[in-house]
């Protein structure tokens, strides 16, 4: 299993460690991927997803898809998808948006509180665990789990 754990003092470094897979992605290619993350609220994974949407060359706003369940960007000819499940009330509605048609060969999906997805989601690749320091209150524990082959590769590349 590949793993890789990073501790993220300040947003700021948050955003380093988000710079850093943002470069492998590019490298690697981002389509097919999807990214699980998971942690408390206000864990930080909208922060890091902010981060990692502009490091791969969006310059705009990354608002949180709160209510919106789902944002769509463009990174070259990739569909980047940025999911927030966390006020799904009811699997329909993912039937309804017609869920499965979000994931290919030419998207990448980053997706928050995936658990509300049941079952309807594409497995991840990767799991990206946030952690919060209740001692100090900006440091972060940042962890990076392969869950597929892809997965793998990705993050074999980052330890490098
Ligand atoms: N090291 C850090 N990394 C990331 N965010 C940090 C860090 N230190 C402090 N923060 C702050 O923590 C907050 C994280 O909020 P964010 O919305 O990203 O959380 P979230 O996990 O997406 O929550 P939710 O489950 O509600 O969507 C932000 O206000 C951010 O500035
Ligand atoms: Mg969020």
């Given at each position: 299993m590949?793993?890789?754990?990073?501790?993220a003092?300040?947003?700021?470094n948050?955003?380093?460690?988000?710079i850093q897979?943002?470069?492998?992605l590019?490298?690697?290619?981002l389509?097919?991927?999807?990214?699980?993350?998971?942690?408390d609220?206000g864990a930080?994974k909208?922060?890091?997803?902010?981060h990692?949407?502009?490091a791969l060359g969006h310059?705009?706003?990354v608002k949180?898809?709160t209510?919106t369940?789902?944002?769509?960007y463009?990174?070259?000819?990739?569909?980047?998808?940025?999911?927030?499940l966390y006020?799904?009330?009811?699997?329909e509605e993912l039937?309804f948006?017609?869920?499965?048609?979000?994931?290919?060969?030419?998207s990448?999906?980053l997706?928050?509180w995936?658990e509300?997805g049941?079952?309807?989601?594409?497995?991840s690749?990767v799991e990206?665990?946030i952690?919060?320091?209740?001692i100090?209150d900006?440091?972060r524990?940042?962890?990076?789990v392969?869950?597929?082959d892809?997965?793998?590769r990705?993050l074999?590349?980052l330890?490098?």
């Amino acid at each position: 299993m590949v793993k890789n754990e990073f501790v993220a003092h300040s947003e700021d470094n948050t955003k380093s460690i988000a710079i850093q897979l943002a470069n492998v992605l590019i490298q690697q290619g981002l389509g097919g991927l999807t990214f699980y993350l998971n942690g408390d609220l206000g864990a930080g994974k909208t922060t890091f997803t902010r981060h990692l949407i502009q490091a791969l060359g969006h310059n705009g706003n990354v608002k949180s898809p709160t209510y919106t369940l789902v944002e769509p960007y463009e990174i070259e000819d990739i569909k980047l998808f940025h999911f927030d499940l966390y006020r799904l009330a009811d699997a329909e509605e993912l039937e309804f948006m017609g869920i499965r048609d979000y994931f290919n060969d030419n998207s990448m999906c980053l997706i928050e509180w995936a658990e509300k997805g049941w079952g309807l989601l594409a497995k991840s690749d990767v799991e990206i665990n946030i952690m919060i320091d209740n001692i100090h209150d900006d440091n972060r524990l940042l962890e990076f789990v392969a869950t597929s082959d892809a997965g793998e590769r990705l993050l074999s590349a980052l330890e490098r």
